[in-house]
């Protein structure tokens, strides 16, 4: 009698388990990180949420509860009845395509950062309208480009464990179009942004120019072909 009453709470047990892990799902390390750089390209997504005040700044939006004590195998849960969707993006995440134009709005992005060993991590960053990110919980930086996405506008380091590292990126729409982009460089990059210009010449005069970026993709330049670029 007792061992078939033990025999169905663990059969019980086996089915709510189950039914908890389908509906909330644990982050997983999906975005390895290593010396060559790369996309970050697989997300866990939770929004949107309203925001109260169009001129409420995001630096005054908290970030939830469940999100600042996370481990690699902690239960993702709903918040505010919002359930936690898996994406895989092309490097650049279209919020747009995802929940439609939802101004003033907010929502939040979850992975791990599976590294190969322990690093000072340079990233590239680029979002519209506005977004924090955290690693291992600690708030590493906060970027503000209101009008359009630059995948590589904002670069910040930090430092990275061997194994899974948190990350969070919490990101704010103000009106019509949101979208993030985030990736790491390679280790032996060194970054110069700016415009290819020759001293006391004339943009005719200019020399044709073969540029390198973070990714070893050649970037050819020349007076009819100016603008813009990354330098490695």
């Not at 590493?140 to 480009?145: G, L, P, R």
């Amino acid at each position: 009698m007792w061992i078939k009453l033990l025999i169905l709470l663990v059969w019980v047990s086996v089915l709510c388990i189950g039914d908890v892990d389908s509906r909330n799902p644990i982050v997983t390390p999906v975005n390895k990180v290593d010396q060559t750089g790369s996309e970050l390209r697989h997300w866990q997504l939770l929004g949107p949420f309203k925001l109260s005040s169009s001129i409420e700044n995001i630096s005054k939006e908290p970030l939830p509860d469940q999100l600042t004590h996370l481990t690699p195998t902690r239960i993702l849960k709903p918040i505010n009845k919002r359930d936690w969707i898996s994406i895989e993006s092309n490097g650049r995440i279209d919020l747009n395509a995802i929940y439609g134009v939802q101004n003033n709005a907010i929502a939040y992005l979850v992975s791990v950062l599976d590294s190969d060993e322990a690093r000072l991590q340079k990233f590239l960053l680029g979002v519209n309208d506005e977004a924090k990110v955290w690693i291992n919980g600690k708030l590493v930086i906060e970027a503000v480009s209101p009008y359009r996405l630059i995948p590589d506008e904002f670069h910040f380091s930090s430092s990275l464990q061997k194994g899974p590292n948190i990350c969070v990126i919490q990101i704010r729409n103000r009106l019509r179009t949101w979208d993030v982009s985030i990736q790491t460089q390679p280790s032996n990059s060194t970054l110069f942004t700016g415009n290819l210009v020759l001293p006391n010449e004339k943009p005719a005069s200019w020399a044709n120019a073969s540029i390198t970026d973070a990714f070893g993709k050649s970037i050819q330049t020349s007076a009819n072909n100016m603008g813009n670029f990354t330098l490695v």
